[in-house]
């Protein structure tokens, strides 16, 4: 068992940044890749961002590339979601996510995943 705690949301204004972390506990956290999620009201939850466990892959939305990081202390147990540039449509839930996942190409997919934070709220005000 994996338990999954996200802090850093807020309410910002577009054009700042914001950095959400996510501290893990329970079974050793570098084995796990780990993925920041986000569900805006009214929509299905979507990827956000992926990193491997050993930190040497990344995956990004389409949305959010040159935008947001994703980094990893495993000594931490934390991931990390660095947001720049933040847009009104960044507005969302955002969740951390954590899952042994063998093949790459399938690390974005949401049912992959199978221990999930409570949530994190981001809002961005124009």
């Known amino acids: 068992q994996v338990q999954l705690v996200e802090s850093g949301g807020g309410l910002v204004q577009a054009g700042t940044s914001l950095r959400l972390s996510c501290v893990a506990s329970g079974r050793t956290f570098s084995r796990y890749t780990m993925g920041w999620f986000r569900q805006a009201p009214g929509k299905e939850r979507e990827v956000v961002a992926v990193i491997r466990w050993s930190g040497d892959n990344t995956y990004y939305a389409d949305s959010v590339k040159g935008r947001f990081t994703i980094s990893r202390d495993n000594d931490k147990s934390t991931v990390y979601l660095q947001m720049n540039s933040l847009k009104p449509e960044d507005t969302a839930t955002y969740y951390c996510?954590?899952?042994?996942?063998?093949?790459?190409?399938?690390?974005?997919?949401?049912?992959?995943?199978?221990?999930w934070g409570q949530g994190t709220q981001v809002a961005i005000s124009s």
């Open positions: 996510a954590a899952a042994v996942i063998t093949s790459w190409n399938r690390a974005p997919e949401r049912g992959r995943y199978d221990y």
